[in-house]
């Protein structure tokens, strides 16, 4: 298995930070086209701009008794068109030890290069995923979707909050391999200014681009490290759903681009 | 869709109490037997006294590409051979609003009564299955992993842990249709105790009886309610792993029916 920390690094290198989301929704796909075909298209249409791929596993699980055929068979093309970006299964994998070496098969057999992971049942049962060195693990920290404040506010004794005491723990404790990133919404960049000062240069996700009305201003602002790196910024329907008609490709490769070229454009000089 | 209470509770009227988990790991099936044929023998074998079945979805996952399809089969098998017992989907669903509504889509086809929600993203991202009236909600509260102080004992200005706060909260918000429940695990039995003070009779679903060394004495006088009800005692292991040769059917049932009585014994008298 190639590292994930690695492999990422190198994509910043090349200047890319735009993560493409895959959530193939059955009856959002255009013209009626087989989930597979539809997915390979969106992949070979943005591969160009991408540094990550997101298939999100439970889209793939909407789609029926073939969604894991599908998942794996659309990993295989993207190692065939982009075999130099990584992918990371968006499970929000937070069962317990021998529960999560069940779903390591499945990481394994996909070739997955990195994963999300749901902390609340903490780093000791999340430990088949942790102690896999190349393997990247994003944790949740503060989630993308409106009601999130409800555990990730609570206010602790030692004046933290929930979601900053995370990424403080993810920080000094979790990350004794290296290959821990957080996942922190981008509808929510005063936050992730905060996260990113905790973390300093450690990789955060940040979903809510575009249908979740996050902007990439102020994402990139909130969200890039000193070197201007440390993003994975991601867009899912945005891209995917770009157009209804028959040239759907053509415009999630615009679409990516004009995102790739936006985020490129407040980067601070390297 | 059945409402999932209703036959919760004609099962707890019947005086039964123990969830049977359904954890498939192809090393450990018995004279390597095909999953589903193996999965289809402990359901039959333990039908008789088991309240709930719940299936792991992630053990099913790590089964391949046919994962998906053997859960379905496996729950048309419980249907067939014990259609009153109800069937909980064990995936710790903690996605947000639009991607719960794909998962929805999975609990829909496989005609799931009941399901476990990871608590991170707040009532808001979990709604899609919250508002679902016939659908039974445990969420995860304490988990019965050994590390899960981690953020579960987190202590909160308040005075509360965090494992209390999802208590009360659960309890007085998230409940409005009547169909939430709580995990904690039996390997926590003071705690067990805590949560059944400030939860009354919601159900509480326990695992950790066991492989992971929960005891049933202990369980029973924590977790029953005033009525000597609102259990959801899980074994997984334990039953299905009972005995290594042909005879493991025959030693499954009798497993189930040792906790079953065991269980019983400790009740309150209704």
Not at 238 to 251: G, L, M, N, R, V
């Amino acid at each position: 298995m190639r590292d994930f920390m690695a492999t990422l690094s190198s994509q910043w290198d090349q200047g890319r930070f735009l993560c493409v989301g895959l959530d193939p929704v059955e009856e959002l796909i255009p013209m009626s086209e087989a989930p597979l075909a539809f997915l390979a298209k969106i992949v070979t249409a943005t591969a160009h701009v991408a540094s990550c791929f997101k298939p999100n596993l439970q889209f793939f699980l909407g789609l029926g008794r073939e969604g894991i055929l599908i998942l794996e068979h659309t990993i295989a093309h993207i190692r065939q068109v982009a075999p130099g970006v990584p992918v990371i299964l968006d499970g929000k994998f937070g069962d317990i030890g021998k529960t999560n070496d069940a779903t390591m098969k499945l990481v394994m057999s996909g070739k997955v290069d990195a994963v999300t992971l749901n902390p609340y049942v903490g780093p000791e049962g999340l430990d088949p995923f942790l102690r896999q060195k190349s393997l990247g693990c994003f944790v949740l920290c503060r989630t993308s979707n409106k009601g999130s404040d409800w555990m990730q506010k609570m206010k602790l004794q030692n004046g933290n909050c929930v979601y900053e005491q995370v990424a403080y723990d993810v920080m000094t404790g979790w990350n004794a391999n290296g290959n821990c990133g957080l996942v922190v919404g981008a509808t929510f960049p005063e936050e992730l200014a905060k996260v990113r000062h905790i973390v300093g240069d450690m990789p955060i996700l940040m979903p809510g681009i575009g249908t979740q009305g996050a902007e990439i201003e102020p994402t990139v602002n909130a969200g890039q490290d000193d070197r201007g790196r440390g993003m994975v910024i991601n867009a899912s329907s945005s891209i995917s759903y770009a157009s209804k008609e028959a040239d759907y490709p053509k415009a999630a490769g615009a679409e990516a681009v004009r995102l790739h070229e936006l985020i490129t454009s407040f980067r601070k000089a390297a």
